[in-house]
């Protein structure tokens, strides 16, 4: 059996990860300045660009450990043409989401609060190390201060599971309809851009359907910074978002999202599949 073919070797799946660190570091870096701006619409504070180093600290082992878990949970769940189903789809992309989650979760909550303290702080305090104690030294009911790097954790869970679930989903059933549909010869020549196309589509129905929920985990991310200094709880964030915005609270930013994520998605998509050609996965 090729190494190709063999999924059980190490060389596999080392290729694997390397192949969705990059796609996840090549979106990323593309959208960033798109990523910033609509933090800040959600949190409705009016600075930009800061944090891409930790954006990246997070994106690249995310999409890594994403992609790799996503082929994993493929073998699981669908092992065969009959098993391969909307649902089983959804499935598996919610298990390779929540499988990266816990790793790099920590990284988006420094990032969210660098995001948030641009106006608050003096500049030598915009900082990596200060955010990092900030969030570790702030007052809480928590039992543990680790887990004030997991504020927003159980929303941002929730929100994973159809959001990356959706994108599979959504994926896999294009590119099957395409597969159906479409010539070998004009799939071949439009590889990329169909990619793209697919990508984008997947991320954006994603984002809508799960939009409130990524608002509600923003709050969650920033309440120490922005609000006296103690962690908001799930209805303590719902009821504030309402009373400042009602229903259109939470989609404030949707717009910025929905431009930032057609083309993530579409890049980060179509850099996993080319990078696992030229990997020979």
């Known amino acids: 059996m090729s190494a190709k073919h063999d999924q059980s070797s190490a060389s596999y799946w080392v290729r694997s990860i390397i192949a969705g660190g990059f796609a996840g570091g090549v979106a990323k870096t593309t959208v960033a300045p798109l990523d910033r701006v609509k933090i800040l619409f959600q949190t409705h504070n009016q600075d930009y660009i800061r944090g891409h180093s930790l954006t990246l600290a997070r994106a690249v082992p995310h999409a890594a450990i994403g992609y790799t878990a996503y082929e994993a949970s493929r073998r699981l769940v669908i092992r065969s043409p009959e098993h391969d189903t909307a649902l089983r789809r959804m499935i598996t992309g919610s298990?390779?989401?929540?499988?990266?989650?816990?790793?790099?979760?920590?990284?988006?909550?420094?990032?969210?609060?660098?995001?948030?303290?641009?106006r608050l702080l003096p500049a030598e305090q915009r900082t990596v190390w200060f955010a990092i104690h900030s969030i570790y030294t702030e007052?809480?009911?928590?039992?543990?201060?680790?887990?004030?790097?997991?504020?927003?954790?159980?929303?941002?869970?929730l929100g994973t599971i159809?959001?990356?679930?959706?994108?599979?989903?959504?994926?896999?059933?294009?590119?099957?309809?395409?597969?159906?549909?479409?010539?070998e010869e004009f799939r071949e020549r439009n590889r990329h851009r169909l990619n793209l196309a697919i990508g984008g589509i997947a991320?954006?129905?994603?984002?809508?359907?799960?939009?409130?929920?990524?608002?509600?985990?923003?709050?969650?991310?920033?309440?120490?910074?922005?609000?006296?200094?103690?962690?908001?709880?799930?209805?303590?964030?719902?009821?504030?978002?309402?009373?400042?915005?009602?229903?259109?609270?939470?989609?404030?930013?949707?717009?910025?999202?929905?431009?930032?994520q057609?083309?993530?998605?579409?890049?980060?998509?179509?850099?996993w599949q080319a990078a696992k050609t030229?990997?020979?996965i």
Request: glycine fraction near 10%; aromatic fraction near 12%.
């Open 95 to 118: 298990m390779a989401g929540a499988a990266a989650l816990p790793v790099t979760y920590p990284f988006e909550v420094i990032r969210v609060r660098m995001a948030v303290q641009t």
């Open 139 to 157: 007052k809480s009911a928590l039992p543990l201060r680790f887990l004030h790097f997991y504020r927003g954790f159980a929303v941002s869970l």
């Open 162 to 183: 159809p959001y990356r679930g959706g994108i599979f989903m959504v994926w896999e059933t294009l590119k099957s309809q395409s597969r159906q549909r479409l010539s």
């Open 203 to 260: 991320g954006a129905t994603s984002q809508i359907a799960t939009y409130p929920l990524e608002v509600i985990r923003r709050y969650q991310q920033a309440s120490g910074r922005t609000h006296a200094q103690h962690f908001m709880g799930f209805k303590e964030t719902i009821l504030m978002i309402w009373r400042t915005g009602g229903w259109r609270g939470f989609y404030a930013g949707l717009g910025v999202g929905l431009i930032k």
């Open 262 to 271: 057609v083309p993530m998605h579409s890049i980060s998509l179509a850099a």
């Open 278 to 280: 030229v990997l020979n």
